[in-house]
Nanobody, 125 residues
Framework: QVQLVESGGGLVQAGGSLRLSCAASGLTFGYYAITWLRQAPGKEREFVAA?????????YYSDSVKVRFTISRDNAKNTVYLQMNSLKPEDTAVYYC?????????????????WGQGTQVTVSS
């Protein structure tokens, strides 16, 4: 049974930092591209950041988080991280990780093989 489990969310003041983790089990982790997406209340889901398979040599970020967020992966731990710095109230959302098999970056909002349950990030002003 494949599972993606996000953790690390919480309440933080604007300008603060959080590190989200996406721990995977039940799949050959290194063969999956991993993407972080988020959804704020009343808004549509949006792409945040992506990392490709194996070594994670390629990454991509939405314009809204570029420079502030960093995605990385540790295949030995079957985990992808999202380091979030200089957080803003508009970053408040439920953050999801999703996995798609294959070599390319996964940049879409759907068509993933597996999803996590999400972790809440709340940034206060």
């Amino acid at each position: 049974q494949v599972q993606l489990v996000e953790s690390g969310g919480g309440l933080v003041q604007a300008g603060g930092s959080l590190r989200l983790s996406c721990a995977a089990s039940g799949l050959t982790f290194g063969y999956y591209a991993i993407t972080w997406l988020r959804q704020a209340p009343g808004k549509e889901r949006e792409f945040v950041a992506a990392i490709n398979w194996r070594s994670g040599s390629s990454t991509y970020y939405s314009d809204s988080v570029k420079v502030r967020f960093t995605i990385s992966r540790d295949n030995a731990k079957n985990t992808v991280y999202l380091q979030m710095n200089s957080l803003k109230p508009e970053d408040t959302a439920v953050y999801y990780c999703a996995a798609r098999g294959g070599s390319g970056l996964a940049l879409g909002l759907k068509d993933y093989d597996y999803w996590g349950q999400g972790t809440q990030v709340t940034v206060s002003s």
